[in-house]
């Protein structure tokens, strides 16, 4: 299990009393995402070097069910929406990018081995 290495938490949304209390707690959350994003990004390293056919990286099923997924949740911790879903997919979609570029690098590799 990843622990990541955020800075701590000093303010809520109704603790944080000025324009610095908020961009701290800003800068610490783009922090976590990206350590977040980079923990997604390894995991279309493994997605692609698993997956038997490049055909196979664009799933469209899968994508409609991450978005299912991403909206209920939404819902649970009071997430917009309209603010999550076009976030999600860029992110599927920069991330399908990223394994058919992985997936090639894998095959190319492999070939020139054999």
């Known amino acids: 299990m990843t622990t990541y290495t955020s800075d701590a938490r000093k303010h809520t ?3 944080a009393e000025t324009m610095a209390d908020v961009r701290y707690e800003v800068d610490r959350i783009d922090r976590l995402l990206v350590e977040i994003l980079a923990e997604r990004q390894s995991m279309m390293d493994a997605a ?5 056919a490049r055909a196979a990286v664009h799933d469209r099923a899968r994508i409609e069910d991450v ?24 992110l599927i ?19 020139a081995k054999s």
């Open 67 to 90: 978005i299912a997924k991403v909206k209920a949740e939404c819902a649970k911790h009071g997430l917009s929406p309209a603010i999550a879903e076009p976030v999600w997919r860029t």
């Open 13 to 15: 949304s109704d603790t």
């Open 48 to 52: 692609a070097r698993i997956k038997g």
């Open 93 to 111: 979609d920069r991330c399908i990018a990223y394994e058919f570029e992985s997936y090639d690098a894998l095959r190319l590799a492999a070939e």
